[in-house]
């Protein structure tokens, strides 16, 4: 069973550079996250999903675009590189609201920005 | 303030000791409790959810005081295995998002 997967694993970019960080989960589950991990601060919620069709912004979303067309995809766009958003990115999935069940992490992706 | 603190250590204990781990927060209404464990360089997992009955897993046991917005790790008989970054993690009212605490580092020494 894969769980929830990224890609890339790596990845390094310019300063204006736009990429789509990719995510995945073959669990069948309703809700799927987004967050960025810095040094010293946690894991900072971007966007979510309560399913297919539907999203929301988390607590810093700006710089970040979201879309779910399917249950199984939840991809994260970067509009425009810049270098505070040098970070690790984990996606995340569970079958329900975030307070009712675990939430199964995917391995991030280490992202610089130049 | 942050919304959930931890103080960062790192703690570093012998194996067998016993050690503690705590944890505040501010929104009292907040919904559900966990603690998650990360690895260096890895993704975060579920240890353990917290109840105001407090709540225990082998060797570790989660309490949670709601009066005083107060949530801790307690771990006995510490292994080398236990070497991780500990995770507090709340909802909000609504339920729907996590806030992470910044994690408290733990070393276990032979």
């Known amino acids: 069973n894969a769980g929830v997967t990224q890609t890339p694993k790596f990845q390094v970019l310019k300063t204006g550079q736009s990429m789509t960080l990719q995510c995945a989960q073959d669990?069948?589950?309703?809700?799927m996250s987004w967050y960025r991990q810095d040094p010293g601060m946690g894991l900072r919620l971007i966007h979510y999903?309560?399913?297919?069709?539907?999203?929301d912004q988390g607590e810093v979303p700006n710089g970040y675009n979201v879309s779910r067309s399917t249950t199984e995809d939840f991809p994260l766009r970067l509009l425009s590189a810049a270098p505070s958003q040098t970070s690790v990115y984990f996606c995340?999935?569970?079958?329900?609201?975030?307070?009712?069940?675990?939430?199964?992490f995917g391995p991030g992706t280490r992202l610089t920005v130049l | 303030r942050k919304e959930v603190e931890q103080d960062p250590g790192p703690f570093n204990v012998p194996e067998g000791a016993t050690v503690a781990f705590n944890c505040t927060y501010s929104?009292?209404?907040?919904?559900?409790f966990f603690w998650y464990r990360q690895d260096c360089r890895k993704e975060p997992k579920l240890l353990m959810s917290?109840?105001?009955s407090g709540n225990e897993d082998g060797r570790f046991t989660a309490q949670l005081n709601r009066a005083s917005q107060y949530i801790s790790l307690l771990i006995r008989d510490s292994k080398l295995s236990d070497s991780a970054t500990y995770l507090c993690?709340?909802?909000?009212?609504?339920?729907?998002?996590?806030?992470f605490g910044g994690g408290t580092r733990l070393m276990v020494k032979p």
């Open positions: 995340a999935s569970q079958a329900a609201g975030p307070g009712t069940d675990t939430q199964y």
């Open positions: 929104n009292s209404a907040s919904q559900s």
């Open positions: 669990m069948n589950h309703e809700y």
């Open positions: 993690v709340v909802t909000n009212n609504a339920g729907n998002m996590l806030t």
């Open positions: 917290v109840y105001s």
């Open positions: 999903s309560v399913g297919a069709g539907i999203t």
